[in-house]
């Protein structure tokens, strides 16, 4: 005997609940593929294969994904972001995209478990935040430990792509995209965002701006190419 009324305002306050994170998720989409299209991510893996050991890949990418996880207090923007350029630099030194893959999430997981900034630490138990956390790390170091050691000795028993193999990768990237230092200017802005604690949803939604017009501005030749216009000027001459 419940009005139809109660259950359009369960409906609408169970969505609001969620509604940040639907919104993040949106804009998580828009922003990774911001950052590709713009060459962010590819001047991240130019730039990363040649930086990073193949031997420590595995256990780096997991360290590096928990701090940019705690920095954020989000293992979703962690993920697509510099997720997908750890990806990519790990498929050209040769490991498998399972090995990637877990290394990123455990990462980015154990991250947004202990971060004060993540919105999943303390409300859903509601609970005093520091004491959450002081809890959660009896659990989540020795996970980490046990992770950060089965990656180690992963990477160590790898058989890493030749020298001339990530160079080749190299040159593919540099011929289609143009790499250049300048790109890194949005992850650093996005990294100053994050560290003055500006919200997710804008900090998110300003870093995919940003990609965007970079994308326009050192990007145009594969932009028309995507859009087609080289194309329908090539059949029109």
Known sequence: K?????????ITNNITGVSTALIILLIIGALS???MISG??????????QIIHPSFFLTSTCII????SVMTGSSWTTIATIGIALM???KAQGFEEGWIAGAIISG???????????????SVTDTPLFRHIRYMLITTVPSL???????????LSHNAGSTEHIAEFSAALAGKFHITPWLLIVPVVTGVLIARRVPSVITLFLSAALAGAFAVFFQPDLLQEISGLQNSEGTQS
Not at 2 to 10: R, S
């Open 145 to 155: 430990i046990i992770t950060l050691v089965i990656f180690t000795v992963a990477g």
């Open 88 to 90: 990519g630099i790990g």
């Open 65 to 68: 994904c928990a701090l940019v």
């Open 33 to 35: 593929g911001a950052w």
């Open 2 to 10: 419940i009005g139809w009324k109660d259950f359009e305002l369960a």
């Open 108 to 122: 980015a997981y154990f991250g947004d478990k202990i971060s004060p900034l993540s919105d999943t630490t303390a």
């Open 40 to 49: 962010v991510v590819p001047t991240l893996i130019y730039y990363g294969v």
